[in-house]
């Protein structure tokens, strides 16, 4: 029997095995803290069908695995990865967790049929003068 396809906002540290189908809405590449000329990991921003968005890393171990499969823009099918808390001083998304890529994460290409553009939550400049945002989240 075929899995199902999860929502990014269904994820909980209870469940180990996940499948979503996600749009890449950013890429980047980490440098190295001491060599900027290599790179540490590439870290992705997801959305699903729903609008929930979530960070995914991929190490420098299993990069060259993945390169080809992650572009910005790209539709695809995720699965056999893990979550880890989202902390830290900055964070890409305000989603309590974060997608780790595995030797064993399988990415599938597929339609981007109700999957959004680039998953955007707008900030008034209000909100941002009256400090009114979590700094510790991008916007």
């Keep these: 029997m075929a899995q199902s396809i999860n929502m990014i906002n269904d994820f909980t540290p209870i469940n180990e095995i996940w499948k979503i189908k996600v749009r890449i809405i950013l890429f980047w590449e980490v440098p190295n803290y001491n060599n900027p000329n290599v790179v540490d990991s590439i870290e992705l921003v997801l ?16 990069m060259q695995r993945f390169s080809n499969m992650v572009k910005e823009g790209w539709c695809r099918i995720i699965a056999n990865f893990g979550l880890i808390s989202n902390n830290g001083k900055y964070r890409a998304t305000n989603h309590s967790y974060k997608l780790n890529f595995f030797f064993k994460t399988v990415v599938r290409e597929c339609e981007d049929v109700q999957l959004p553009l680039h998953g955007l939550n707008f900030t008034s400049f209000a909100q941002i003068l009256k400090n009114e945002i979590d700094d510790s989240v991008l916007v």
């Design 47 to 62: 959305v699903d069908e729903k609008g929930s968005r979530i960070q995914a890393s991929i190490r420098k171990t299993i």
